[in-house]
């Protein structure tokens, strides 16, 4: 369709842009100057002075020689700060080669894809950080895909928390696609984004060459076809690789959907736990999951079900 057809052009058109920019190919066009009577973001040729400057606003919540502290410790936590795209800028530059963090928080902090795309450009150097929390950024699609992009150069970055944005499908297929090319990063959370059946159908499809990875992508939009997609998926996966858990609460999943869950209960060896709550799964659907866990009960695979209807359907079969 024509719909189908023009998203695939903007996803491949966004995955291009990240690329170039992953490579290096051309500037920022985010890094604009401003008056000499405000602090701004420096030209590419400038050196970007260190977090803490007085007269910077975005970052002078901290001391220059507590942030210089800071900086030498394991851990960045800095969130609901405000750095906005400015202060991300500087922060971003003072980790490009820092050796000591691990894990950072940038949560809450207005970064929008401005920001997050200093901290994308940044991971292409950084060789440290394993953790990486963005949550509630404002971002979208622009600057998900960038730092997904960031993925095909960086092989330390583990876990990337990334709820409450304004994702959608191009950076669920812009992850998939960089996921089949890096097997160190090991979890997504993706939770509070708008994530349809294709990007699920995309995340799906990386586990053929991943099956290491996992995501959380509760409160999206998947519907029945991106349930579907999983659930083929993670049949596969169940086979050999421990999955902790699958979370699908709020996904405007339907009774086609919840089918297919219990087809994976039903088969799979390895699932811990699975979260379906809020959804439509319907009475039909949630009795499928049910007599699917009395089914698979011997080999103990799934604990905890967060969805009352599926748990009281189970419980019924069950006596």
Same mark, same amino acid.
């Given at each position: ?17 990240a690329c170039l920019y992953a490579s290096n190919c051309f500037s920022s066009p985010f890094l604009n100057c ?63 080669k820092n050796i000591f963090v691990e894990r950072v928080n940038v949560m809450q902090n207005h970064l929008g ?18 953790? &990486? !929390?963005?949550?509630? /950024?404002? %971002?979208?699609?622009? $600057? ?5 992009? =960031? +993925?095909? *150069? @960086? ?118 736990? &699975? !979260?379906?709550?809020? /959804?439509? %799964?319907?009475?039909? $659907? ?5 007599? =699917? +866990?009395? *089914? @698979? ?23």
């Amino acid at each position: 369709s024509t719909q189908s057809t023009w998203g695939h052009f903007l996803s491949v058109y966004f995955f291009f842009v990240a690329c170039l920019y992953a490579s290096n190919c051309f500037s920022s066009p985010f890094l604009n100057c401003c008056s000499e009577t405000s602090f701004c973001m420096p030209r590419k040729k400038d050196k970007v002075p260190p977090p803490g400057m007085k007269k910077d606003p975005y970052t002078n919540f901290m001391k220059k020689a507590k942030w210089a502290q800071t900086l030498r410790t394991s851990t960045l936590e800095i969130p609901g700060r405000k750095i906005y795209k400015e202060g991300a800028l500087t922060v971003s530059h003072a980790l490009m080669k820092n050796i000591f963090v691990e894990r950072v928080n940038v949560m809450q902090n207005h970064l929008g894809d401005a920001g997050i795309t200093e901290f994308a450009q940044m991971l292409k150097v950084n060789q440290t950080i394993r953790t &990486l !929390n963005v949550g509630v /950024n404002e %971002i979208t699609d622009v $600057g998900g895909v960038m730092l997904a992009a =960031a +993925l095909l *150069v @960086n092989r330390t970055l583990t876990c990337i928390y990334a709820p409450g944005n304004c994702l959608r499908d191009d950076t669920a297929a812009a992850f998939a696609f960089a996921l089949k090319q890096n097997r160190e990063l090991k979890y997504i959370d993706l939770t509070w984004n708008a994530i349809q059946d294709r990007g699920a159908k995309a995340l799906a499809a990386s586990f053929k060459v991943n099956p290491e990875f996992n995501f959380d992508l509760g409160q999206n939009r998947i519907g029945d076809e991106g349930a579907k997609a999983l659930s083929e998926a993670l049949k596969q996966k169940m086979n050999g690789t421990l999955h902790s858990g699958i979370n699908l609460w709020q996904n405007d999943i339907g009774k086609a959907g919840g089918l297919a869950m219990a087809e994976l209960v039903e088969q799979n060896n390895r699932l811990i736990s &699975l !979260n379906l709550a809020w /959804n439509s %799964i319907e009475n039909y $659907g949630a009795s499928a999951i049910g007599k =699917a +866990l009395c *089914v @698979n009960v011997e080999c103990g695979a799934v604990g905890p079900v967060t969805d009352e209807d599926i748990k009281k359907s189970g419980e019924r079969i069950g006596r």
